[in-house]
Protein backbone atom coordinates (compact mmCIF):
# COMPACT_ATOMS: atom_id res chain seq x y z
CA UNK A 1 0.00 0.00 0.00
CA UNK A 2 1.39 3.44 -0.69
CA UNK A 3 0.96 5.72 1.82
CA UNK A 4 0.44 9.41 1.39
CA UNK A 5 1.00 11.16 4.40
CA UNK A 6 3.59 13.31 4.74
CA UNK A 7 5.68 13.53 8.09
CA UNK A 8 5.55 17.21 9.72
CA UNK A 9 9.09 18.03 9.99
CA UNK A 10 8.68 17.73 5.84
CA UNK A 11 6.66 21.10 5.75
CA UNK A 12 9.71 23.09 6.79
CA UNK A 13 12.23 21.26 3.63
CA UNK A 14 12.57 22.92 0.34
CA UNK A 15 15.01 21.24 -2.32
CA UNK A 16 17.32 23.53 -4.12
CA UNK A 17 16.20 22.01 -6.97
CA UNK A 18 12.80 23.15 -7.03
CA UNK A 19 13.54 26.75 -5.97
CA UNK A 20 15.94 26.75 -8.69
CA UNK A 21 13.47 25.64 -11.25
CA UNK A 22 10.83 28.26 -9.84
CA UNK A 23 13.27 30.97 -10.16
CA UNK A 24 13.93 29.38 -13.95
CA UNK A 25 10.29 29.75 -14.77
CA UNK A 26 9.93 33.67 -13.60
CA UNK A 27 13.22 34.56 -15.64
CA UNK A 28 12.07 32.95 -19.02
CA UNK A 29 8.46 33.44 -18.86
CA UNK A 30 9.32 36.73 -18.00
CA UNK A 31 6.42 37.36 -14.93
CA UNK A 32 4.19 35.00 -12.69
CA UNK A 33 0.89 34.55 -13.28
CA UNK A 34 -1.23 36.07 -10.54
CA UNK A 35 -1.94 32.47 -9.15
CA UNK A 36 1.32 30.93 -8.72
CA UNK A 37 -0.17 27.44 -9.23
CA UNK A 38 -0.15 28.03 -12.93
CA UNK A 39 3.42 29.54 -13.30
CA UNK A 40 5.21 26.32 -14.74
CA UNK A 41 1.75 25.36 -16.99
CA UNK A 42 2.31 28.54 -18.42
CA UNK A 43 5.97 28.15 -18.96
CA UNK A 44 5.02 24.41 -20.32
CA UNK A 45 2.68 26.04 -22.99
CA UNK A 46 5.54 28.51 -23.84
CA UNK A 47 7.38 25.38 -24.80
CA UNK A 48 5.11 24.39 -26.63
CA UNK A 49 4.56 26.81 -28.78
CA UNK A 50 1.88 29.44 -27.41
CA UNK A 51 3.17 33.19 -27.51
CA UNK A 52 4.41 34.79 -24.86
CA UNK A 53 2.90 38.15 -24.62
CA UNK A 54 -0.48 36.18 -25.38
CA UNK A 55 -0.52 34.16 -21.94
CA UNK A 56 0.50 36.82 -20.20
CA UNK A 57 -2.52 38.92 -21.50
CA UNK A 58 -4.60 35.54 -20.79
CA UNK A 59 -3.08 34.66 -17.76
CA UNK A 60 -2.76 38.04 -15.96
CA UNK A 61 -5.71 39.91 -17.41
CA UNK A 62 -8.79 41.60 -16.11
CA UNK A 63 -9.98 38.21 -15.84
CA UNK A 64 -7.16 36.24 -14.58
CA UNK A 65 -7.37 32.86 -14.32
CA UNK A 66 -8.69 30.82 -11.05
CA UNK A 67 -8.79 27.69 -10.09
CA UNK A 68 -11.85 25.65 -10.71
CA UNK A 69 -11.50 23.52 -7.77
CA UNK A 70 -15.30 22.85 -7.34
CA UNK A 71 -15.25 21.56 -10.97
CA UNK A 72 -12.22 19.89 -11.34
CA UNK A 73 -13.13 17.25 -8.36
CA UNK A 74 -16.33 16.26 -10.17
CA UNK A 75 -13.71 14.22 -12.35
CA UNK A 76 -13.14 12.18 -9.65
CA UNK A 77 -16.86 12.33 -7.88
CA UNK A 78 -19.25 11.95 -11.13
CA UNK A 79 -21.12 9.05 -11.37
CA UNK A 80 -23.55 8.33 -14.11
CA UNK A 81 -25.51 6.38 -12.10
CA UNK A 82 -27.15 9.78 -11.69
CA UNK A 83 -27.73 10.56 -14.50
CA UNK A 84 -31.73 10.82 -15.69
CA UNK A 85 -31.46 10.41 -19.41
CA UNK A 86 -35.21 8.89 -19.57
CA UNK A 87 -36.90 12.08 -18.46
CA UNK A 88 -35.92 13.45 -22.32
CA UNK A 89 -38.65 11.02 -23.49
CA UNK A 90 -41.53 12.63 -21.46
CA UNK A 91 -44.26 13.76 -23.78
CA UNK A 92 -43.28 17.70 -22.61
CA UNK A 93 -39.42 17.07 -23.90
CA UNK A 94 -40.20 15.58 -27.05
CA UNK A 95 -42.90 17.91 -27.59
CA UNK A 96 -40.42 21.14 -27.63
CA UNK A 97 -37.78 18.48 -29.74
CA UNK A 98 -40.63 18.74 -32.38
CA UNK A 99 -40.72 22.49 -32.43
CA UNK A 100 -36.97 22.88 -32.57
CA UNK A 101 -37.26 20.29 -35.79
CA UNK A 102 -39.76 22.74 -37.18
CA UNK A 103 -37.80 26.08 -35.68
CA UNK A 104 -34.56 25.09 -37.84
CA UNK A 105 -36.11 22.94 -40.54
CA UNK A 106 -33.99 24.74 -43.14
CA UNK A 107 -31.05 23.98 -41.64
CA UNK A 108 -31.77 20.54 -40.52
CA UNK A 109 -32.83 19.86 -44.19
CA UNK A 110 -29.58 21.08 -45.68
CA UNK A 111 -27.06 19.25 -43.59
CA UNK A 112 -29.33 16.22 -43.52
CA UNK A 113 -29.09 16.45 -47.62
CA UNK A 114 -24.88 17.19 -47.35
CA UNK A 115 -24.38 14.78 -44.90
CA UNK A 116 -26.45 12.20 -44.47
CA UNK A 117 -27.46 12.73 -41.06
CA UNK A 118 -30.86 12.45 -39.73
CA UNK A 119 -32.90 15.23 -38.08
CA UNK A 120 -34.03 13.67 -35.68
CA UNK A 121 -31.00 12.10 -34.69
CA UNK A 122 -29.23 15.42 -34.62
CA UNK A 123 -32.34 16.95 -32.56
CA UNK A 124 -31.96 14.10 -29.75
CA UNK A 125 -28.49 15.02 -29.65
CA UNK A 126 -29.41 19.04 -28.80
CA UNK A 127 -31.93 17.70 -26.64
CA UNK A 128 -30.12 15.38 -24.54
CA UNK A 129 -26.73 17.52 -24.42
CA UNK A 130 -28.21 21.33 -23.80
CA UNK A 131 -31.63 20.91 -23.85
CA UNK A 132 -31.91 22.33 -27.29
CA UNK A 133 -29.28 24.88 -26.29
CA UNK A 134 -31.23 26.53 -23.37
CA UNK A 135 -28.74 24.91 -20.74
CA UNK A 136 -25.23 25.49 -21.62
CA UNK A 137 -23.10 25.24 -18.42
CA UNK A 138 -21.52 27.63 -16.21
CA UNK A 139 -17.97 26.63 -15.68
CA UNK A 140 -15.22 28.59 -17.20
CA UNK A 141 -13.27 26.57 -19.45
CA UNK A 142 -10.39 28.17 -19.36
CA UNK A 143 -10.14 27.97 -15.18
CA UNK A 144 -11.47 24.09 -15.67
CA UNK A 145 -8.43 22.66 -18.08
CA UNK A 146 -5.58 25.21 -16.85
CA UNK A 147 -6.69 23.79 -12.98
CA UNK A 148 -6.68 19.80 -14.34
CA UNK A 149 -3.66 20.51 -16.49
CA UNK A 150 -1.56 21.77 -13.32
CA UNK A 151 -3.53 19.32 -10.97
CA UNK A 152 -0.16 16.79 -10.49
CA UNK A 153 1.42 19.18 -8.35
CA UNK A 154 1.66 17.66 -4.81
CA UNK A 155 -0.66 21.39 -3.26
CA UNK A 156 -2.89 21.47 -6.05
CA UNK A 157 -3.75 17.83 -5.91
CA UNK A 158 -4.67 17.76 -2.50
CA UNK A 159 -6.89 21.07 -2.63
CA UNK A 160 -9.00 19.13 -5.27
CA UNK A 161 -8.94 15.47 -3.23
CA UNK A 162 -10.21 18.16 0.16
CA UNK A 163 -13.13 19.25 -2.40
CA UNK A 164 -14.60 15.49 -3.09
CA UNK A 165 -17.29 14.80 -0.89
CA UNK A 166 -16.19 12.02 1.49
CA UNK A 167 -19.04 10.08 0.70
CA UNK A 168 -18.20 9.84 -3.38
CA UNK A 169 -14.81 9.73 -3.12
CA UNK A 170 -12.56 7.16 -4.84
CA UNK A 171 -10.11 5.54 -3.21
CA UNK A 172 -6.44 7.30 -3.19
CA UNK A 173 -4.45 5.09 -4.74
CA UNK A 174 -7.21 5.28 -7.83
CA UNK A 175 -7.30 9.04 -7.49
CA UNK A 176 -3.60 9.43 -8.10
CA UNK A 177 -3.44 7.34 -10.95
CA UNK A 178 -6.58 9.00 -12.69
CA UNK A 179 -4.99 12.35 -11.94
CA UNK A 180 -1.81 11.57 -13.99
CA UNK A 181 -4.13 10.14 -16.74
CA UNK A 182 -6.60 13.47 -16.22
CA UNK A 183 -3.64 15.74 -16.23
CA UNK A 184 -2.39 14.57 -19.38
CA UNK A 185 -5.86 14.43 -21.27
CA UNK A 186 -6.69 17.99 -19.84
CA UNK A 187 -3.42 19.75 -21.22
CA UNK A 188 -4.42 18.61 -24.74
CA UNK A 189 -7.94 19.78 -24.44
CA UNK A 190 -6.55 23.18 -23.48
CA UNK A 191 -4.02 23.44 -26.25
CA UNK A 192 -6.91 22.85 -28.44
CA UNK A 193 -8.87 25.64 -26.41
CA UNK A 194 -6.52 28.26 -26.74
CA UNK A 195 -5.60 27.34 -30.47
CA UNK A 196 -9.51 27.99 -31.09
CA UNK A 197 -10.04 31.15 -29.34
CA UNK A 198 -6.99 32.80 -30.11
CA UNK A 199 -8.19 31.55 -33.89
CA UNK A 200 -11.77 32.74 -33.72
CA UNK A 201 -10.52 36.30 -31.84
CA UNK A 202 -12.23 35.40 -29.04
CA UNK A 203 -11.81 35.98 -25.32
CA UNK A 204 -10.43 32.60 -23.77
CA UNK A 205 -11.66 33.65 -19.72
CA UNK A 206 -15.01 34.34 -21.75
CA UNK A 207 -16.46 31.14 -22.53
CA UNK A 208 -18.57 28.97 -20.19
CA UNK A 209 -19.70 25.70 -20.35
CA UNK A 210 -20.02 22.46 -18.26
CA UNK A 211 -17.67 21.11 -15.82
CA UNK A 212 -16.12 18.89 -18.04
CA UNK A 213 -15.23 21.60 -20.38
CA UNK A 214 -17.33 20.70 -23.24
CA UNK A 215 -18.45 23.74 -25.12
CA UNK A 216 -21.75 25.06 -26.98
CA UNK A 217 -25.06 23.93 -28.10
CA UNK A 218 -23.53 20.52 -29.13
CA UNK A 219 -20.88 20.64 -26.15
CA UNK A 220 -17.91 19.54 -28.08
CA UNK A 221 -15.08 19.22 -26.47
CA UNK A 222 -11.84 21.65 -27.60
CA UNK A 223 -10.12 18.65 -29.45
CA UNK A 224 -13.25 18.00 -31.39
CA UNK A 225 -14.15 21.10 -32.52
CA UNK A 226 -10.62 21.56 -34.00
CA UNK A 227 -11.48 18.33 -35.76
CA UNK A 228 -14.80 18.70 -36.46
CA UNK A 229 -16.32 21.99 -35.88
CA UNK A 230 -17.96 23.50 -38.76
CA UNK A 231 -18.89 27.30 -39.97
CA UNK A 232 -22.45 26.47 -40.64
CA UNK A 233 -23.46 29.31 -41.54
CA UNK A 234 -20.85 31.12 -43.78
CA UNK A 235 -19.94 34.10 -41.49
CA UNK A 236 -15.92 32.91 -41.56
CA UNK A 237 -16.64 31.82 -37.78
CA UNK A 238 -16.74 28.12 -35.82
CA UNK A 239 -19.34 29.56 -33.17
CA UNK A 240 -20.71 26.23 -31.24
CA UNK A 241 -23.31 28.69 -29.56
CA UNK A 242 -24.52 29.33 -33.11
CA UNK A 243 -27.38 26.60 -33.56
CA UNK A 244 -26.50 26.47 -37.67
CA UNK A 245 -22.81 25.94 -36.85
CA UNK A 246 -23.71 23.58 -33.78
CA UNK A 247 -26.36 21.40 -36.18
CA UNK A 248 -23.58 21.24 -38.60
CA UNK A 249 -20.74 20.12 -36.88
CA UNK A 250 -22.63 17.66 -35.32
CA UNK A 251 -23.77 16.22 -38.76
CA UNK A 252 -19.85 16.42 -39.43
CA UNK A 253 -18.57 14.68 -36.69
CA UNK A 254 -21.25 11.78 -37.01
CA UNK A 255 -20.32 11.47 -40.29
CA UNK A 256 -16.71 11.15 -39.54
CA UNK A 257 -17.44 8.37 -37.42
CA UNK A 258 -19.73 6.24 -40.12
CA UNK A 259 -22.85 7.61 -39.94
CA UNK A 260 -24.80 7.14 -43.36
CA UNK A 261 -28.28 6.71 -44.66
CA UNK A 262 -30.15 3.58 -43.96
CA UNK A 263 -28.03 2.84 -41.30
CA UNK A 264 -28.78 -0.10 -39.13
CA UNK A 265 -29.52 0.46 -35.56
CA UNK A 266 -26.29 -1.79 -34.49
CA UNK A 267 -24.69 0.88 -36.35
CA UNK A 268 -25.86 3.91 -35.16
CA UNK A 269 -25.42 2.36 -31.61
CA UNK A 270 -21.63 2.45 -32.49
CA UNK A 271 -21.46 5.75 -34.39
CA UNK A 272 -23.17 7.51 -30.87
CA UNK A 273 -21.09 6.05 -28.51
CA UNK A 274 -18.03 8.14 -29.88
CA UNK A 275 -19.84 10.65 -29.13
CA UNK A 276 -20.78 9.67 -25.07
CA UNK A 277 -19.22 6.21 -24.24
CA UNK A 278 -22.51 5.71 -22.40
CA UNK A 279 -25.29 2.71 -23.46
CA UNK A 280 -27.59 4.98 -21.56
CA UNK A 281 -26.88 7.71 -23.13
CA UNK A 282 -26.67 6.08 -26.51
CA UNK A 283 -29.64 3.87 -26.11
CA UNK A 284 -32.00 7.47 -24.66
CA UNK A 285 -30.62 9.23 -28.39
CA UNK A 286 -31.86 6.26 -30.56
CA UNK A 287 -35.48 6.33 -28.80
CA UNK A 288 -35.44 9.58 -28.90
CA UNK A 289 -35.31 9.63 -32.58
CA UNK A 290 -37.54 7.13 -33.09
CA UNK A 291 -40.14 9.08 -31.61
CA UNK A 292 -39.24 11.70 -33.28
CA UNK A 293 -39.35 9.98 -36.48
CA UNK A 294 -42.64 8.60 -35.77
Same mark, same amino acid.
Not at 256 to 267: A, K, L, N, T, V
Given at each position: ??????????? =?????????? $?????? +?? #?????????? %?????? *??????????????? #???? +?????? !???????? !????????????? /???????? =????????? !??????? @? *??? %????????????? @????????? $???????????????? &?? +??????? %?????????? $?????????? =?????????????? #????? %??? #? /??? @???????????????????????????????????? !?????????????????? &???? +????????? =?? *?????????????
Amino acid at each position: MISFNTPHASR =YLFPLGVIFS $LLLIGI +VF #GTETQNAHFN %SLVQKL *VQDGFKEDQLKTIYN #GEQP +VDLALE !SVALFFSH !SESRLNYDQFLSR /SELEKARE =YMATHTETL !SRVEKEY @G *VKK %SIITAITLVETRL @GTYLGGSSI $LNTFSTLSAIESPELK &EM +VWNKIPP %SRRIDRETFE $LKVSTKSKWA =YKELQAYLTYSLRE #GLTPS %SIK #G /SYA @GAIGISQFMPTSIISYGKDGNNDGRIDLFDHTDAIT !SIANYLKHFGWRPGISDQ &EAFT +VLFNYNRSK =YY *VNTLLKIAKELDS
